[in-house]
DNA sequence: GCATGTGAATGGATTCACAGCT
DNA sequence: AGCTGTGAATCCATTCACATGC
């Protein structure tokens, strides 16, 4: 059951889900409130109560890459924070290019989520040429659509964020990977079309909303929910 | 294998489950697509083939609803797209209110898809004193965050959206649900505490950034991924 | 013939439960 | 004693393949 003779347990080689793989996001995140409280260890039966999952869930999930915890103890806050965000590809720096300089745009060059621990929003780009010069609070700059290609090869960005109104999302998804960009964050209501190499990950509001309502309507005709 | 006389087939009484409901709305946005282009029929292969599916789990999640196509031929788009409507209850309107009249609030009110089809945002609100009485683009007014009772009742307001930069979501959140919101769409990099009625959707966006992170950095170890 | 609707088969993901270490 | 790591069991989702009906 061993094709590679590599896959036994260092640096473990499971595949790693993509179920998984958000569920580290949310560890990671835990896990720096727990060292912001100066925590120093923690067990999954700790983190499985702060987080709503089951503790056996999460330590499957951490026993992807080898042998970690200690038994009868828990998790090194700390150690195991820093494998998680070396897991998650987080101990280099990525550069991002944002499409849209328009509301949404703002809010994400601004939002210190795309500034922080990782990533780091480098440029927007917008079609509308007015927009060009402007800055974002946190002093990012508009240019025009054109100058993505030579943004990108500059800066070595790896991944676009799609904050555009919809139709044209598909046109400048294609120019980003055209220019090299290899991971896509699409917030337009269009289902990009996939090409090999290049990572798209789809944040479809509607779909979210429309979750909601179905819920709802389900309290109405009397099922219990929650 | 049935508890409930009522379980065979009409208006069928299947549970649904979470990723079915997803889809669902993916369907949806599809058949509205083919309504305009002015398509009258689709079999399963062919929105298999336009979303990215099997065909045999279109016609399963169809299937939570009765039969409901023609063998040999396909789905009525009309009826169709009008049976999902129904299901995922957009026939009524939910009219909703965005927490945060930042950037971000201000993308979303403006946004097609919070606007049409089953959704209608009725207010803003902000704790920012400043933000009072200022208007989006299409209309919609900023109020005081203490007048969310008031706007709750007047309006029904089902949904709330939480659009507001994390440490106070928490609070907000408690406040929409203890005046009667009984949905919310969360953009805040926190996990809601959730309450026995209300549904809670998480957007995390963080999530989904390290998860990008995570595939290029696949890439770059040499594993092939897309 | 052609496409639906669905039991059966497969494949994953979650949970259980316990052996093994500290 | 307490908690990890993990096989085994369970649950859920997807896919296959075909009988059924237009």
Redesign the pocket.
């Known amino acids: 059951m061993n094709q590679d003779p590599e896959t036994s347990?260092r640096a473990g080689r499971e595949?790693i889900?993509?179920?998984?793989t958000a569920?580290l996001s949310v560890y990671l995140r835990c896990l720096a409130e727990l060292e912001s409280e100066g925590i120093a260890t923690?067990?999954?039966?700790?983190?499985a109560a702060r987080i709503h999952?089951?503790?056996?869930?999460?330590?499957?999930?951490?026993?992807c890459f080898?042998?970690?915890?200690?038994?009868?103890?828990?998790?090194s806050v700390i150690d195991l924070r820093a494998r998680l965000r070396d897991t998650l590809g987080l101990t280099t720096t990525h550069a991002m290019v944002i499409a849209g300089a328009g509301n949404l745009g703002m809010a994400l060059v601004n939002a210190r989520g795309f500034n922080s621990d990782g990533f780091k929003v480098v440029a927007m780009v917008d079609i509308d040429p007015a927009k060009t010069g402007i800055r974002s609070r946190n002093g990012v700059e508009v240019y025009p659509l054109s100058s993505l290609h030579s943004i990108v090869k500059r800066e070595t960005v790896e991944i676009g964020v799609i904050a555009i109104p919809g139709d044209s999302a598909q046109q400048v998804c294609d120019f980003m990977i055209e220019v090299g960009i290899l991971a896509i964050l699409n917030f337009a209501p269009v289902q990009i079309k996939p090409r090999a190499g290049v990572r798209i990950q789809e944040v479809d509001l509607r779909v979210n909303l429309e979750t909601l309502s179905f819920h709802l309507k389900l309290a109405e005709d009397g099922k219990l929910v929650l």
Do not use: C, H, M, W
């Open positions: 347990n595949p889900s993509e179920l998984t569920r923690v067990s999954s039966q700790d983190l999952v089951n503790s056996a869930q999460i330590r499957k999930d951490l026993a080898g042998e970690f915890g200690i038994r009868g103890v828990g998790y």
